[in-house]
């Protein structure tokens, strides 16, 4: 079965720094998502995008969080300035047309950890 | 607008069933079945879509009773593998829209 694969599968950085999130959404699919997961806790939607423009968006998704797909297999989620609350696992997943009725693939994560 | 999920954990002895309710006070277009163990991505397992279809899955199968706007998932002669959390994903229009997840319920089957 075809992968969503994301980069790393963990990242370490200090509070206030910027870090990328990578993924590379399943070739065919046309809607990209951002979710996180915070330990033990649901997983909260974050984002989505279609042809290279927001489609929707979580109040957990403000300006500090921004998404791009720099080229045609990337999908990358930035955080400008990290907070400790911020710390999660961060799933990418990709949809063949973003429809209801579709199955989501999501990553293997990353677990993004700030301190 | 999160789906409600019940109960919040469940402790099985193998071999035993077990049945997880997702509930909304919106009308649903679909719901999405995932499971997933610890530290891993989830993984689909199935999805219904409004018109109060049954599908089965193995010895998981699920139903969506639309005019209760919920769903269930049974999981019959449960196994070791079974073991994980069990999170709802609900969608409230046929078109382009968001997965949102419940908080999950907390599955272990003990031997």
């Known amino acids: 079965e075809p992968e969503v694969t994301q980069t790393p599968s963990h990242q370490v950085t200090q509070m206030g720094q910027e870090v990328i999130l990578r993924c590379v959404p399943i070739?065919?699919?046309?809607?990209f998502y951002w979710y996180r997961q915070i330990l033990g806790q649901k997983v909260e939607f974050l984002v989505s995008f279609y042809n290279n423009e927001i489609s929707e968006k979580s109040e957990i998704f403000d300006d500090q969080f921004s998404v791009e797909r720099p080229d045609g297999s990337n999908f990358t989620l930035k955080i400008r300035s990290t907070k400790l609350e911020d710390s999660a696992m961060y799933f990418c997943?990709?949809?063949?047309?973003?429809?209801?009725?579709?199955?989501?693939?999501f990553g293997s994560g990353t677990q993004l950890s700030v301190l | 607008q999160q789906p409600v999920q019940s109960p919040q954990a469940v402790i099985l002895r193998e071999g035993e069933d077990a049945v997880i309710n997702c509930s909304s006070s919106?009308?649903?277009?679909?719901v999405h079945w995932y499971r997933q163990k610890h530290g891993e991505a989830p993984v689909f397992l199935m999805i219904l879509l409004k018109g109060g279809e049954q599908k089965g899955h193995e010895k998981i199968s699920a139903s969506f009773n639309e005019k209760k706007q919920q769903s269930s998932l049974y999981l019959t002669a449960s196994q070791l593998s079974y073991s994980g959390t069990y999170f709802c994903g609900t969608e409230y229009d046929s078109g382009y829209s968001t997965l949102t997840f419940g908080k999950g319920t907390m599955l272990l089957v003990s031997p």
């Open positions: 070739s065919n699919h046309l809607y």
């Open positions: 919106k009308a649903l277009y679909s």
């Open positions: 997943a990709s949809r063949v047309q973003g429809r209801a009725n579709e199955k989501l693939f």
